[in-house]
């Protein structure tokens, strides 16, 4: 047996200490960075809807919400907060902290349209960034119990006959259907008042009361009862080609009106600092919701039709969108009123 002098032995004891501490300090810090990297959602997370309780995005946004909650583990809280075309509340999810627990929901315009048309406490492109499209809503231009005419020509016809004797309501200044309103009145060289509203529920309650004349709103669980009731009628749509269940039912483009033939793309957006890995993240699990035949069918019911696209493709709809509403927003003189 070989023997070692005691103070190699206490050295090594020494050294092998303090490698075990440095090891152990390495290994204490590893989990930690770990952690924090995984700790997100760490609370739950806000989604913003933009526009008041009732419409479209409001339900879509309530059953999009408890699934995404399951998905990531933790409470999706759905906060509406309407106003000013949507604007209040994106600049309200654009201040929050960028830590991956505020997200708004909305149609594009307040990003692609509103900047053209009012001035904004948000840079559109620079304060926010697009997570995940969710779908594109058709928009209905609908007729109340107050229209005694029978079809779209019978709207041009009047406007014509009576100038500014026909008011149109919408969801708001610089909703896709306020453009609607301004492309008609270009092309038909008509006058017909716009009556804007904050968000789409109050709008079908009027007009389910006849306060007006004339609406354009998106499909919802609030609106489609009453078109299949009569009480509103279907005029016209702004889609790619005619509704499935509205077979009889022209777009605006076989109307004559190219221009106004629109529809409102809806998703997730996110302040624009949030971590990239967290925003994927989100938009990995809108496309698996997406997927999912049960929650399409949901969609498809209300004639809303599944999009599910990631952050580099939706922020390329976004930006040609806004550039293409430069454009048209010039070219009609369109202003917020």
């Known amino acids: 047996m070989t023997t070692r002098p005691a103070s190699t032995d206490a050295a090594r004891i020494r050294r092998r200490r303090t490698l075990a501490a440095l090891g152990g300090a390495a290994l204490a810090a590893l989990p930690a960075r770990g952690a924090r990297a995984q700790a997100w959602p760490s609370k739950p997370i806000r989604l913003v809807v933009v526009y008041p309780t009732g ?10 919400a408890p699934r995404l909650a399951e998905r990531l583990g933790t409470q999706v809280i759905v906060e509406n907060r309407g106003g000013a075309g949507g604007s209040i509340g994106m600049d309200a999810v654009a201040r929050s902290p960028a830590d991956g627990h505020a997200f708004a929901f909305s149609a594009v315009s307040p990003v692609t349209l509103n900047p053209h048309v009012m001035k904004l ?7 926010l960034v ?14 109340t119990p107050t229209f005694t005419g029978r079809s779209f020509a019978d709207v041009i016809a009047q406007s014509r006959a009576k100038p500014a004797s026909l ?3 919408t969801s708001g200044v610089a909703s896709v259907g306020h453009l609607i309103v301004e492309q008609i009145r270009d092309r038909a060289k008509i006058d017909i008042v716009h009556v804007p509203y904050k968000g789409g529920a109050q709008v079908i309650t009027d007009a389910v009361g006849g306060q007006f004349e004339l609406l354009t709103t998106n499909p919802s669980s609030a609106v489609n009862p009453h078109v299949a009731r009569g009480t509103l009628r279907l005029l016209a749509v702004g889609a790619p080609s005619r509704l499935a269940s509205h077979p009889d039912v022209p777009t605006l483009a076989e109307l004559g009106h190219p221009e106004a033939n629109l529809t409102s793309t809806f998703g997730l957006f996110a302040p624009a600092a949030t971590p990239a890995p ?9 496309a698996r919701l997406l997927a999912q035949p049960e929650l399409r069918q949901r969609l498809v019911d209300t004639d809303n039709v599944p999009a599910s696209l990631g952050p ?4 390329a709809l976004v930006r040609r969108e806004f550039e293409a509403n430069a454009r048209i927003v010039k070219a009609a003189d369109i202003r917020a009123e």
């Open 167 to 169: 008011r149109m309501a």
């Open 55 to 64: 419409g479209v995005s409001d339900s879509v946004a309530r059953l999009i």
């Open 312 to 315: 580099a493709e939706f922020g």
């Open 121 to 127: 406490p948000y840079d559109p492109l620079a304060d």
């Open 278 to 286: 967290v925003v994927q993240r989100v938009a990995d699990e809108i």
């Open 130 to 143: 697009p997570v995940a499209s969710v779908m594109y809503s058709p928009v209905y231009l609908l007729a």
